[in-house]
């Protein structure tokens, strides 16, 4: 969970390496959407090679996992 202190470049919630993957998740409320500036960096991080996805609750109180195509 990168710290956003107004030094450096944002980033999403969640960064992590999975297998060696790179993956980036972005909690939202529910029908919540990405800003601009997360959307630019969904855009830089898939660019990248890794892998972007938003975060929910669904009705049921479930996690639900978006990709960010």
């Given at each position: 969970?990168?710290?956003?202190t107004g030094?450096?470049?944002t980033?999403?919630?969640?960064?992590a390496?999975?297998?060696?993957?790179f993956?980036?998740?972005?909690?939202?409320?529910?029908?919540?959407?990405?800003?601009?500036?997360?959307?630019?960096?969904?855009?830089?991080?898939?660019?990248?090679?890794?892998?972007?996805?938003?975060?929910?609750?669904?009705?049921?109180?479930e996690?639900e996992?978006?990709?960010?195509?």
């Open positions: 969970m990168p710290v956003q030094y450096g470049s980033s999403l919630d969640f960064l390496c999975f297998v060696g993957e993956v980036a998740y972005e909690c939202k409320a529910r029908g919540g959407k990405l800003t601009p500036r997360q959307e630019l960096v969904a855009r830089q991080i898939k660019a990248a090679g890794g892998h972007v996805f938003v975060v929910t609750l669904d009705e049921a109180g996690l996992f978006k990709r960010v195509d």
